[in-house]
């Protein structure tokens, strides 16, 4: 087994979550996705677009290093937990050294273990012998992600109680398809949001600090289209910061088809390479192909607008 990064299995987003007892559904975490790689008891920590975070969450490595592997591939989600759920806002306050909040690694599979090749076994399977490893762990950073056969309704009727980001429901029976997005694991959110490459800002207003809003544009057919700007769920430390990172990378003209876009506001925009991606949530697209009603919900450290196009470009 090599100790380079795998491609994680990614998730369908549907509207509602799949019936029947060849369905297995868990809590959507709200974080990070990290895959860990252990070759010859060496751990190493990765982005699911292969960037390496060894370093930056040496805690999570040495967690999975006390675990004792000879060699394994671990899928997860790296939150800060909050009682049932997890607060990504919070995460990112611990990332960048603004608060001390504990970090924990949510393990949900497991394509290869102790020099067994997993994959192609059934995911009900998989999960089973991550869970017995897990079972012998003491540390309070690693954490089995559990899950209910069946009755995926109900999970997603109190995720929507409890303020969870949603729930993901996978096939009992499945193998673990490295990279694939097929159908086998869906995802249904409880509240929508997706993520979108930053291709402009408009300067603050009044007592505003930094960027006024954020011109943003989503992957069609090889191009970026602007679908709308957010200006609400910013803090002035994310504002300052913000436009420190944009500055250098203005452009006279749009990065982005901007033929949705009404003239006051393009009077106003400042352009940008894309190099941000910039997660919000909406009430859908509008008559006039802008998202309605949006509000940032983070700032994508994890993900590149390159990635986006990437994955827009598989979904063709």
């Known amino acids: 087994?090599?100790?380079?990064a795998f491609a994680p299995e990614l998730a369908k987003l549907v509207k509602t979550a799949p019936s029947g007892d060849s369905w297995l559904h868990e809590v959507k975490w709200?974080?990070?996705?990290?895959?860990?790689?252990v070759v010859d008891?060496?751990?190493?920590?990765?982005s699911r677009n292969a960037i390496e975070w060894t370093d930056k969450v040496p805690e999570l490595a040495r967690a999975v290093a006390s675990l004792k592997l000879d060699s394994a591939q671990l899928d997860g989600e790296m939150i800060v937990p909050t009682g049932t759920g997890s607060d990504f806002n919070a995460l990112q306050g611990r990332l960048g050294a603004e608060n001390k909040a504990p970090l924990r690694y949510m393990l949900f599979d497991a394509p290869y273990l102790q020099g067994d090749d997993l994959h192609a076994l059934a995911l009900i399977e998989r999960k089973a012998r991550l869970e017995a490893v897990l079972r012998k762990s003491r540390s309070r950073l690693l954490a089995y992600s559990a899950h209910q056969v069946g009755n995926g309704a109900a999970l997603y009727a109190q995720a929507v109680k409890a303020g969870w980001e949603g729930i993901v429901s996978k096939r009992v029976d499945s193998p673990y398809r490295y990279g694939a997005r097929n159908g086998d694991w869906v995802k249904v959110k409880a509240r929508l949001s997706d993520e979108f490459a930053v291709v402009g800002y408009t300067d603050p207003e009044g007592g505003r600090v930094g960027v006024g809003a954020l011109m943003l544009a989503s992957r069609v057919d090889d191009e970026w289209i602007y679908v709308g700007r957010v200006g609400t769920g910013f803090n002035d430390e994310l504002l300052?910061?913000?436009a420190r990172q944009l500055r250098p990378h203005e452009v006279k003209t749009p990065t982005a088809n901007v033929a949705f876009m009404d003239a006051a506001t393009r009077r106003k925009a400042h352009w940008v390479k894309p190099t941000i991606v910039a997660e919000v949530f909406h009430q859908g697209l509008g008559s006039q192909h802008l998202l309605r009603h949006p509000s940032l919900k983070a700032i994508r450290a994890d993900k590149t607008p390159k990635s986006l196009a990437a994955e827009a470009k598989r979904k063709r």
Do not use: E, F, H, P
């Not at 087994?1 to 380079?4: A, V």
């Not at 709200?30 to 790689?37: F, N, P, S």
């Open 41 to 46: 008891g060496n751990v190493r920590l990765w």
């Open 1 to 4: 087994m090599k100790s380079q």
């Open 240 to 242: 300052r910061t913000l």
């Open 30 to 37: 709200d974080g990070y996705r990290i895959v860990a790689t």
